[in-house]
């Protein structure tokens, strides 16, 4: 069973997201929203560590998901 994916209701929600947080940036201090964004990347770099995916497998898994080129 596939799922169905709503490419446009997708897209919507994502630039309505983006605005959002355009403008809370806009409306907080630099000290604020730099102080999230160091302590997500920092989770982002301590969770890539304890990922148990060898480089090979993810480069195998990207090419999977390319469009095939026409000959």
Known sequence: ???EFDKVGNRKER???IHYYA???KS?????WSRQ????IDSFMSNAKNFKLM???????VNQTKPKERR
């Open 15 to 17: 630039l309505e997201f």
């Open 37 to 40: 964004q160091a302590e997500l």
């Open 1 to 3: 069973m596939e799922l």
């Open 28 to 32: 907080v201090p630099n000290e604020v």
């Open 55 to 61: 480089p090979e497998k993810y480069l195998e898994m």
């Open 23 to 25: 403008e809370w940036v």
